[in-house]
């Protein structure tokens, strides 16, 4: 390579100068102080001193060390700039091999773009390479999204259901489906009025009767000097006009409120259907002003099965100047084995002694038997059967009798809460 060349001749040209250097150094280390070359001469007269002698002879021996010295310092130098040499000579070849590797890069780079170029198949791949890339770019994007979309979700589920908690706990509270019943009276009327039979009306006629007598023995069911404090009573006692048991439920509950506000919260919550499970109603209708008719089935279960108890039952409220009393008188019948049970409920709302235009209470009277023939005491499964719908039903209504006292003393609550005391 033309290059190589002008290299080589410029360090051989280099090398000559070196030399005819070291020629000079030498050279000029041979001459004395004055600028003359140092000679040799024999002394011509004999009468030359001694002392002259040996001083030539000392100047003479210098003179030899210094061309030793000089010859020895030229030396070292040739060296050192011989040594330059070859590292240059060196990295001048690395330098020839890294732009031989550099150049072949260059044309490899140059022939892989045309033949691209020429190829259309590796420009596709080169574009299907970048259209995937954009693919997982937009996929990486819309799961981000979705990942928020379902955090926002799994917030409003959480809202919601706290949401709809709250509107079951104000649905569980009866007093306020009041007139539910009544809204829907006349579509339900007209699909069930087909359906009610002669019997039913039958014994809910027989009903009616019997809450108007009653009512007439409303006067001695509590006694007058009954103290008003909050209870709920249970008891079991035995009757010799009915077979088995008779199960009463007595309850007492002083509210705060006047007679009239405390008849109207009874009189709402008994309108409602009940919320127990197993009570299934047919029909709920007021034909009467103040009164209501029901027909239910009870499905009570147990470990032998489901024992299907057909509910009849009429209600009146009958309102005083000093007490509003609402009875209740149920029949339910087991028809196929023979058993027939009777309910009688008196609710007596009356002014409270202490405070009688402020306060007022509610008290129940509850009794559960049952009616059949005689030779029923005798079959053991149809008396254990009988206890058995006793007990339950006798605990079904003490729990709606508590039921009632916790919403009375609730609605007290709210009331005296809506009551701001006047300040000065």
């Known amino acids: 390579m033309p290059k190589h060349r002008t290299i080589m001749s410029f360090l051989e040209r280099e090398e000559d100068m070196d030399a005819m250097l ?22 011509r007269s004999p009468r030359v001193s001694r002392s002259v002698v040996e001083r030539k002879t000392t100047n003479s021996n210098k003179t030899q060390r210094r061309v030793g010295e000089s010859q020895c310092y030229s030396t070292q130098l040739q060296q050192r700039k011989k040594a330059e040499l070859r590292a240059l000579r060196e990295q001048t070849l690395e330098l020839q091999e890294q732009v031989k590797v550099l150049l072949q890069r260059r044309q490899q780079r140059q022939k892989s773009r045309a033949g691209k170029e020429k190829n259309p198949i590796t420009q596709n791949e080169e574009d299907d390479s970048r259209e995937w890339f954009q693919k997982a770019v937009n996929e990486f994007q819309r799961r981000q999204k979705a990942e928020r979309t379902n955090r926002k979700l799994k917030e409003i589920w959480a ?56 009512y007439l023995n409303s006067n001695s069911v509590f006694p007058p000097d009954l103290p008003e ?64 008719e029901k027909n239910f089935l009870v499905a009570l279960h147990n470990p032998s099965g489901v024992l299907k108890i057909d509910g009849f039952q009429f209600m009146r409220k009958f309102e005083e100047s000093d007490r509003v009393v609402v009875i209740k008188h149920n029949i339910l019948t087991l028809p196929h084995m023979g058993l027939k049970f009777r309910d009688c409920c008196w609710i007596i709302i009356s002014r409270s002694k202490s ?64 009551i701001v005391p006047m300040t000065a």
């Open 22 to 43: 070291a020629e000079a150094l030498a050279f000029i280390d041979e001459c004395d102080a004055n600028g003359k070359p140092m000679k040799t001469r024999t002394s």
């Open 229 to 292: 404090t909050i209870s709920c009573n249970t008891r079991v006692k035995r009757s010799s006009d009915t077979n088995g048991n008779c199960i009463e439920i007595i309850t007492t509950t002083p509210v705060s409120s006047p007679l009239n506000t405390a008849a109207n919260v009874v009189w709402k919550d008994l309108n409602v259907k009940s919320q127990d499970p197993e009570r299934i109603y047919s029909f709920i209708r007021g034909r009467k002003p103040d009164s209501l």
């Open 159 to 214: 809202n919601q259901g706290k949401v709809n908690g709250a509107f079951r706990h104000l649905v569980q509270r009866r007093s306020l489906l009041y007139g539910k019943d009544f809204v829907f009276e006349d579509e339900e009327n007209k699909t069930l009025e087909s359906s009610v039979e002669d019997e039913t009306m039958t014994i809910i006629s027989q009903l009616e009767k019997c809450v108007e007598t009653l």
């Open 355 to 418: 405070d009688p235009t402020h306060a007022s209470v509610a008290r129940t009277y509850y009794q559960l038997y049952a009616e059949g023939p005689g030779s029923v005491s005798s079959n053991e499964d149809v008396v254990h059967t009988r206890d058995y719908i006793l007990s339950s039903l006798s605990g079904k209504v003490r729990r709606d009798h508590q039921m009632l006292q916790n919403l009375l003393i609730e609605e007290d609550r709210r009331a005296a809460s809506r």
